[in-house]
């Protein structure tokens, strides 16, 4: 009898929890799960609790939600890994990287439980923790990092979201042997243009807290406007300063351009106070849009903005960017040149890419594609392209493909595709 494989993929968030880190996982569970997978996710909630998201098994401990303390994190910690350690024995344990460092719990339960262990990379801890403003002492940094690449060296495969990142941990020691590259991919809703309606979903669109009570129909009917959209998480690896200037230069003398922020983050209070204390009308802010809006908020925008710390490069890839390229809209990269995001823009000819500070450059920009239609359509026939590569089967498939290698290395390859 052929031999069932299983899997545990560990994280802190898992819808309906929100988080780019919960999405994609959960898109990928359930593409284990239709590969004839035993899957099980281990994750935080609001209260412990073992409950079902279609096939998948989802066990989740309490945690307090927004947990920003290092003895915090220590507690979630030591508390998933217990948990790993009642749950049954998997062939391969996959540790993300929320809370950081995740991928420690991740080469401990795989040696206890005698598995296979992939650490799957969205950010690169503790190497990031400067662009996120978190400072902690140097002989501390230094001894996390070397914990760090240890596990990550031991592991059995390292799959990272981005080119930068890879070339990053092999220059900081990791066998390139060890590390496979996997982009992240947009949200299912973008490429189907349908809402997925599982319960999961419907609990997460029914939080009051997630979303707010102001109907985006109304600011679509606000009159003519050209949409500057940035949309998802303004987090503290994600600067506003030059988009705000920006903002102000054209407030006066482009008033038909309009900056829409949804989302939520650090830097969301830092917007609206701005907007408040300059008198900026160009700017609007929205909650967090349920899912079965998510393509039409998307393409609501006649143009992307992504914005990254220079200090984040090769240390993560935003995933705004894939939801971009998803609806086929120009999207304008403020951040450092050499990193996944820029050279996508650049090499699908999908956009373009501004340096953090240069104001003037970003209001041409912008500009560029209000004023000049052939521009614009230019740089949408390569985000459509792009968005044919950046599909969520296709990086599931390799995901499995790997997996599948790590945990049945001497079983013939079959060729059964995760679908969408």
Request: with cysteine; net charge positive; hydrophobic share 40%.
């Amino acid at each position: 009898m052929r031999h069932r494989p299983s899997i545990i993929l560990i994280n802190r968030v898992y819808p309906p929890t929100r988080g780019a880190t919960g999405r994609v996982l959960r898109d990928l569970a359930r593409g284990f799960a239709r590969d004839g997978w035993q899957v099980y996710v281990l994750t935080t909630g609001p209260k412990a609790v073992r409950e079902r998201d279609g096939s998948v098994k989802v066990m989740r401990i309490k945690a307090a939600e927004n947990q920003q303390y290092a003895i915090g994190y220590l507690w979630i910690w030591l508390r998933l890994f217990f948990a790993a350690l009642r749950l049954p024995k998997t062939d391969i344990v996959v540790s993300m990287t929320d809370p950081p460092m995740l991928s420690v719990v991740g080469r401990l339960v795989a040696f206890f439980r005698k598995s296979r262990h992939i650490h799957w990379c969205q950010d690169l801890y503790p190497d990031v923790l400067g662009a996120i403003d978190v400072h902690i002492p140097a002989f501390f940094e230094r001894q996390l990092k070397k914990l760090s690449r240890r596990t990550m060296q031991r592991a059995d495969k390292n799959i990272v979201i981005g080119r930068c990142m890879a070339k990053h941990l092999s220059h900081t020691g990791i066998d390139p042997r060890k590390i496979t590259v996997i982009p992240n991919w947009p949200d299912q809703e973008l490429i189907t243009g349908e809402s997925d309606e599982s319960a999961y979903n419907a609990a997460l669109e029914a939080v009051p807290e997630f979303y707010g009570s102001k109907n985006y129909d109304e600011l679509l009917k606000d009159g003519p406007k050209f949409r500057v959209l940035y949309a998802g998480n303004i987090g503290r690896a994600h600067p506003v300063d030059t988009i705000l200037r920006a903002a102000e230069s054209l407030n006066e003398t482009n008033p038909e351009v309009e900056f829409i922020f949804v989302g939520d983050g650090a830097g969301f209070d830092k917007i609206a106070h701005a907007r408040a204390r300059r008198g900026l009308q160009n700017i609007r802010l929205l909650p967090y849009q349920p899912n079965s809006r998510l393509k039409e908020v998307m393409e609501s925008g006649d143009i992307h903005i992504v914005s990254m710390k220079d200090e984040a490069a090769g240390c993560l890839v935003p995933s705004k960017l894939y939801s971009a390229l998803a609806v086929a809209r120009p999207c304008v990269f403020v951040g450092p040149e050499a990193c996944e995001a820029a050279k996508v823009v650049r090499d699908f000819k999908a956009g373009q890419v501004v340096q953090q500070g240069r104001v003037r450059e970003l209001v041409d920009a912008i500009l560029l594609y209000r004023n000049d239609g052939d521009l614009w359509f230019k740089a949408h026939e390569g985000a459509l392209e792009a968005g044919k590569v950046f599909i969520p089967s296709d990086s599931m498939e390799a995901w499995i493909s790997r997996a599948r290698d790590i945990a049945m290395p001497n079983e013939p390859r079959h060729s059964k595709k995760a679908a969408a």
